[in-house]
Nanobody, 118 residues
């Protein structure tokens, strides 16, 4: 059974930082894209960031570009999301995702809450 387990969420004031981690178990993702999505209350789930298998290619939503950094450690089967200069509009449940085949994010974590207060 494949599991993605997020950690590192919490509450922070605007301008602060958080680092999310996502540990994968049951399957190696060392040859796959991994990424992060988020869903704010009353809004649709949206893409945040993704990273290719060796970390050489990263992609970001315009809303987080320059503030968030995605990285991975394949030896630990873990992906990270460093979030700096957080804004209240970053408040959401953040989900880790893993690609099952090209372009398909089949595997999802349970989500971790990030709350940014003004």
């Amino acid at each position: 059974q494949v599991q993605l387990v997020e950690s590192g969420g919490g509450s922070v004031q605007a301008g602060g930082s958080l680092r999310l981690s996502c540990a994968a178990a049951g399957r190696t993702f060392s040859n796959s894209f991994m990424g992060w999505f988020r869903q704010a209350p009353g809004k649709e789930r949206e893409f945040v960031a993704s990273i290719n298998w060796n970390g050489e290619r990263t992609y970001y939503a315009d809303s987080v570009k320059g503030r968030f950094t995605i990285s991975r450690d394949n030896a630990k089967n873990t992906v990270y999301l460093q979030m700096n200069s957080l804004k209240p509009e970053d408040t959401a449940v953040y989900y880790c995702v893993g690609e099952s085949r090209k372009g398909v994010y089949e595997y999802w974590g349970q989500g971790t809450q990030v709350t940014v207060s003004s």
